[in-house]
């Protein structure tokens, strides 16, 4: 790692701390399944300030380095949940995570989220992932109108029922940080299990029981083995382990 000063351009810049940067290394796990039998790990120096992210650095390989690098991001500020990925082996969204939060006296390892097939790069096939977000019916089933056509009230205590899973983003850094998704890809996963969590206790929708019989399925809740990666690894600080506890003592007693 080097280390230069820049000097800020901005009037009375002369009393302001020098702003300074590092040369970063980062090794990206590179895929191309058109010319790459198996992924390969390719390294890229680069100069970083503390208070850029990780996305602020495949945004300058890309466009300085190697405009073939592949990765998936949108909003860059922690909602799309496009970007997840690991790094240093944790998954962790790239626009949230901090230069200055890393250990930059080493490289920085960057690679795809695991248990989703590999398409490119850091680009995964999601299609197994919203398949199982689709099977558990993630939107709100009520099988009477409203009271007098307005809107479905409920308490404040009934929406903070549900409050935490209403945070997901889908960004399936959870479901692909579970070792038993990364062995039985048939498991539903904590996304799915969140999703449906959010609905299940929601006191506006009438198939709480339908969820419920969908995740006491072989590839439902009784997969997870509580190992708290999920929970570890979401970046909207949902208690994912919580959420899916709830949902297999909703099981066991037959109701919500
Ligand atoms: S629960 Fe958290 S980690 Fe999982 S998909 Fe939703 S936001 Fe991402
Ligand atoms: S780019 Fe949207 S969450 Fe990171």
């Known amino acids: 790692m080097s280390t230069a000063v820049i000097e800020s351009e901005q009037p009375g810049a002369a009393e302001e701390p020098p702003i300074q940067s590092f040369l970063v290394t ?13 992924p390969r790990w390719v390294d890229y120096d680069v100069e970083m300030y503390p208070t850029e992210r990780v996305l602020d650095a495949l945004h300058k390989i890309k466009w300085d380095q190697d405009g073939s690098l592949t990765f998936r991001r949108s909003c860059a500020h922690g909602v799309c949940g496009s970007d997840a990925m690991r790094i240093n082996g944790r998954n962790r969204l790239a626009c949230k995570t901090l230069i200055k939060d890393l250990d930059i006296s080493k490289p920085i390892y960057v690679e795809a989220i695991k248990g989703l097939p590999l398409e490119k790069d850091l680009v995964v096939d999601m299609d197994p992932f919203l398949d199982a977000y689709k099977a558990v019916q993630p939107f709100l089933i009520s099988h009477s109108k409203p009271e007098h056509g307005h809107e479905r009230l409920q308490s404040a205590e009934e929406r903070a029922r549900f409050d935490d899973t209403t945070k997901c983003i889908l960004c399936a850094a959870c479901t692909s940080s579970c070792p038993v998704f990364w062995t039985d890809g048939q498991y539903f996963g904590p996304a799915a299990i969140v999703n449906a969590h ?29 190992t708290f990666n999920c929970t570890e690894a979401c970046p909207r600080g949902i208690q994912v382990t919580q959420a899916i506890a709830e949902v297999k003592q909703a099981i066991l007693r037959g109701s919500r």
Do not use: H, M, Q, Y
Not at 26 to 38: A, H, L, Q, S
Not at 202 to 209: F, G, V
């Open 26 to 38: 980062f090794i990206i796990r590179r895929f191309d399944p058109e010319v790459d039998e198996e």
């Open 198 to 226: 959010r609905f299940i206790f929601d006191s506006r929708d009438d198939a709480a029981d339908v969820r419920l019989d969908i995740l006491n399925d072989k590839e439902g809740v009784w997969r997870c083995r509580t």
